[in-house]
């Protein structure tokens, strides 16, 4: 499902998505894409899909496209897409999953939390229409190699390929408190791995990343 603008947008901790005529807004429902124990990975899994499509519309002279933790596609380390997932338990005993994927194609925000940017200022003359015909096509490939969580390594394989940050000093934001630490990458399950500065190394579930 697309949609050419929200009046209601949103991202992750329910802060405002803006979302103007011109960029692509699309949701992909899923019921019972894999085992409870597995869905974990299924974030990676998105965010590598959706770094294929928007790489793959860019032009060569155009800064990298990466993955930021979890699932944010940065170019030129600026934001350019956001990704939300939310599951629901159904009547009868299904469980339901949204993923809500936002690219800036034409415009973006005046006044955001990071950095940003959109396709047409990294020269890219895509339309969302033709952006979303490569994301149909990536996702369903990437899709396919996860397979339910069972070709999780493959996954977490490529994520690691288009990650950025890994060795890099960062703060992480969690809801009581910051961390400041080294990335030192990702386990198979997609939990960031932070070594502080007492060398012990921390597995984070959920939190704001922010690059030095």
């Known amino acids: 499902m697309?949609?050419?603008?929200?009046?209601?947008?949103?991202?992750?901790?329910?802060r405002p998505w803006v979302s103007e005529p011109g960029n692509?807004?699309?949701?992909?429902l899923l019921i019972d894409p894999a085992p409870m124990d597995r869905l974990g990975s299924l974030p990676l899994a998105v965010a590598v899909a959706v770094h294929q499509a928007v790489r793959a519309v860019l032009p060569l002279a155009a800064e990298p496209a990466e993955i930021k933790w979890p699932n944010d596609i940065l170019i030129g380390r600026k934001k350019t897409c956001?990704?939300?997932?939310?599951?629901?338990?159904?009547?009868?005993?299904?469980?339901?999953?949204?993923?809500?994927?936002g690219i800036n194609v034409t415009t973006m925000p005046d006044n955001p939390m990071y950095p940003v940017t959109s396709l047409r200022q990294q020269g890219s003359m895509v339309s969302a229409e033709e952006l979303f015909a490569h994301l149909y096509a990536a996702m369903a490939e990437v899709l396919a190699v996860w397979n339910r969580g069972k070709g999780v390594r493959e996954i977490t394989a490529r994520w690691r390929e288009?990650?950025?940050?890994?060795?890099?000093?960062?703060?992480?934001?969690l809801p009581d408190r910051s961390i400041l630490g080294q990335f030192v990458g990702i386990d198979?399950?997609?939990?960031?791995m932070l070594e502080t500065d007492d060398g012990k190394t921390m597995p984070i579930a959920a939190g704001d990343v922010f690059l030095k």
């Not at 697309?2 to 329910?14: I, L, M, N, V």
């Not at 956001?82 to 994927?101: H, N, P, Q, S």
């Not at 990650?163 to 934001?173: P, W």
């Open 2 to 14: 697309t949609a050419e603008r929200q009046t209601g947008g949103r991202g992750r901790r329910g």
């Open 24 to 28: 692509l807004y699309a949701s992909l």
């Open 82 to 101: 956001g990704i939300l997932i939310e599951g629901e338990a159904l009547r009868d005993g299904r469980y339901a999953l949204v993923i809500g994927i």
């Open 162 to 173: 288009a990650a950025c940050g890994i060795g890099e000093k960062i703060t992480v934001n």
């Open 188 to 192: 198979d399950n997609g939990l960031l």
